[in-house]
Structure formats: structure tokens, C-alpha cells
């Protein structure tokens, strides 16, 4: 069983930076991709960016060139560096991991969530 954990998170003014983390503990042989999602009352959960284990990287176009994606695979972590925040990525994100068992059966992960606020 694995579990995701998520730090990073908090209120900063438009214009500012923010660093969210997000660490894979517990027993499992491998991760392959993670990513961060993100999610405001009203609207549908949305990917904001993903990176593969090779380190391909994926983004949402809303946060392309403001946002980085990385991932220390010996840490199992992944990052996402925030920088130019604006009001409307206010948001709870998410850490999405897809993690394999002992026995190679694949599973889906979520960390509980972090909220970041950007005020205007």
C-alpha cells in the first residue's frame, strides 16, 4: 500500500511563486507517471501538468511557461514549480501517481490535497 503526501501549498498575491511537493511513501516496487490536478468548486477536476518516468512533461495550456513539472525518482517525489501564480489558479491540487504493487498490479493514487490561493 502507498500512500501520496502533498506540501507545498498556501496564499501568495498574483505575480508570486509557489513550490507544491509531493512524496510517494509506503510498499510498492514502481512508479510510473505522476502528475497534479487541480480543482475549484463549480467546475470539473482538470490536469495541470504530468511527467513520465522517463520525464516526459505534459501541461494544461492555461499554465504552460509558468509552470514546471519535475520529478526525483529516487526520492519518489514530484514537483511542481508555480511561478507568474494568477487569481484563477486558486485552486485545491491534487498528486496523482500511478503506482504499481509488489506483484505488478497498477494503481491509481491521490494525496489529499493542498490548497493555494492567489490573491489579485
Known amino acids: 500500500q502507498a500512500q501520496l503526501v502533498e506540501s507545498g501549498g498556501g496564499l501568495v498575491q498574483a505575480g508570486g511563486s509557489l513550490r507544491l511537493s509531493c512524496a510517494a511513501s509506503?510498499?510498492?516496487?514502481?512508479?510510473?507517471?505522476m502528475g497534479w490536478y487541480r480543482h475549484t468548486p463549480g467546475k470539473q477536476r482538470e490536469l495541470v501538468a504530468a511527467?513520465?518516468?522517463?520525464?516526459?512533461?505534459n501541461y494544461a495550456d492555461s499554465v504552460k511557461g509558468r509552470f514546471t513539472i519535475s520529478r526525483d525518482n529516487a526520492k519518489n517525489t514530484v514537483y511542481l514549480q508555480m511561478n507568474s501564480l494568477k487569481p484563477e489558479d486558486t485552486a485545491v491540487y491534487y498528486c496523482?501517481?500511478?503506482?504499481?504493487?509488489?506483484?505488478?498490479?497498477?494503481?491509481?493514487?491521490w494525496g489529499q490535497g493542498t490548497q493555494v490561493t492567489v490573491s489579485s
Open positions: 496523482n501517481a500511478e503506482i504499481s504493487s509488489a506483484t505488478w498490479t497498477w494503481y491509481d493514487y
Open positions: 509506503g510498499s510498492f516496487r514502481s512508479i510510473n507517471a
Open positions: 511527467i513520465t518516468s522517463g520525464g516526459f512533461t
